[in-house]
């Protein structure tokens, strides 16, 4: 008689046994063996604190190991590297040979980013004064992190690289501020106010010489319903420029 127990744990047996040991995992105190892969991305100081915080209270270093080549480069783990050296705590590391700056680069995009807040809040923590001063707009103004950043004058590509590393400057509070203010204008008569690309359309035209906030307070009094939700900067600055410039009789002034 078949023994359905016995058949299904020797079934597993089998399977159990075809696994193999593969990447060793090793441990040292040894720090000097490692170095740096040329080409990774730089220590980031928030999260290196924050690392050392958690590892304090919950070492699990041993269970989530660093990631070296046959060169003892460190190709992932460099933050929990550095944690173990501050601390004194043994280094647990596997190696594998032939890693370089392409793994890297694809551990390092395939990892969990914080989002723009944690850098900011994390920061703030730390006395940076322009993450305090961001965090704190952050709260009053209920708008995106993103439409206060080109608010205060930080826009591009790197405006995410500064945030992240810690050298972000606001170089145009006043110039946030007074947008603010035209925001909350706006909020009376129009729901999409404070949507990304209408900030980006309003950052636009206070720069634009000549602009009278006032005027386009008094002319959208009674043109509100031409403003309406769009995807693009370039439209809202079409539909805006149109209700400032309605039944003006002499040059009219351009937003884009």
Known sequence: MFNTLNGAMAKTSTHLQQDKEVNQVYKTNDYSKFKSKDGNRNLNELHLKRLTESVKQNDLLHANPILVNEKYEIIDGQHRFNVCRQLGKTVHYIKVKGLGL??????????????????????????????????????RMKIGIASLLAMFGVDGGSSSKHLRSGTLELPHKKRGEIIYKWVKDYEGVF???????????????YQIKGYCHDKMMQKLSYQSGKLKTCTETKTYLAILEEIYNFKERGEKLRFF
């Open 102 to 139: 392409t793994e890297v680069h694809i551990l390092n995009a395939n990892s969990k980013n914080w989002k723009h807040e944690d850098y900011v809040q994390g920061y703030a923590s730390m006395g940076y004064s322009e993450y305090q001063y961001l965090e704190s707009q952050l709260k």
């Open 191 to 205: 729901v999409g106010a404070t949507h990304r690309h209408f900030i980006r359309a309003l950052v636009q035209i």
